[in-house]
Structures are given as structure tokens and as C-alpha cells.
């Protein structure tokens, strides 16, 4: 989960995703959703963005523009790609977890609490997005599968995220 200003966004990995990719992918594929919703919902095109990420492989890779791990390069192209669909430049911040808490509580299915703490941090009711297909199901998250079959360790699992 995680949220734009007043709009906010959770739910649940589709189960290739939490078989194939480990949490930082996954969380780095977020920030492709976070840049979705601050330009189609948020109305942020043609800006530069900071966010926040608990995730430190996240925040590298985005702030490096890239990585040389096969599935964090996969899951930065989504970024990129959204990025450039939206005109928005990502700059990433590492806020620790329990610090970065509407995210936390969106992700932990606490979505009561979340929402009362970014009522009352932006003023505004929160408003529920949905992630575009395209986005959570569509060509970039089949290439981050693709990318994370290929290059998976022999004898990894990663489970759920």
C-alpha cells in the first residue's frame, strides 16, 4: 500500500508476484504504482516527486536510476516507464518502516488507521484508487516475472511478500 497526497492505494500481490519476486522488487514495483497515481489521480504530471520508502534496495535503485540485479532492473523499467507515461522525475527518500507509518498501516491491511492518519495529515478524506490492469497485471509486471524466473537462485524461495 501506499498513498499520493490524499489518494491511496493497497491490496494484495497476485500470487506469481509473491512466488517469483522478493520484497524489494516488489517494493520497488510499488513506487511505479505511486508515480500511476500521482499522475492520473493526483494531477502531478510534469513533476518532480520525493517519496518515501522503508525499502533501502528501493531507494537505491531509484535514486541511481537503475540496478545491475536482473529483477530490480525489471521492476525499475516499470518505474521508468510510468515515469515517462506521466512526465514525473522520482527522487526517493529512506524513512525506517515504524517512521513511515500511513504506508506501513496501508500495507498491513490497517486501512481504518491509515486513513485517519492521512486525513489528518493532508486535510482531505482519502480517496481509494485502483491500479490500472495494465500496471498490476499488464506487460511490466509479466517482464518482472519473466526477469525474476530467469535469474532466481537455484533452491530460493522467497514466499510470500
Known sequence: ????????????????ARRWCDISTLELYTVAFMVVVAGRHAGLTGRRLIMRSDNMPTVMTINKRGSSKPTMGAAYSAVDAACEAYCIDVLMVHVP?????????????????????????????PVHCEIPAEWAEGAPMRALI????????????HGTA
Open 97 to 125: 518502516g515504524r517512521r513511515n507509518v500511513i504506508a506501513d498501516a496501508y500495507s498491513r491491511g490497517r486501512h481504518d488507521e491509515a486513513d485517519g492518519l492521512l486525513r489528518r495529515l493532508t486535510g482531505a478524506e
Open 1 to 16: 500500500g501506499g498513498n499520493v497526497q490524499q489518494y491511496a492505494f493497497s491490496g494484495v500481490w497476485a500470487a506469481a
Open 146 to 157: 519473466a526477469a525474476a524466473k530467469r535469474w532466481r537462485p537455484k533452491g530460493v524461495r
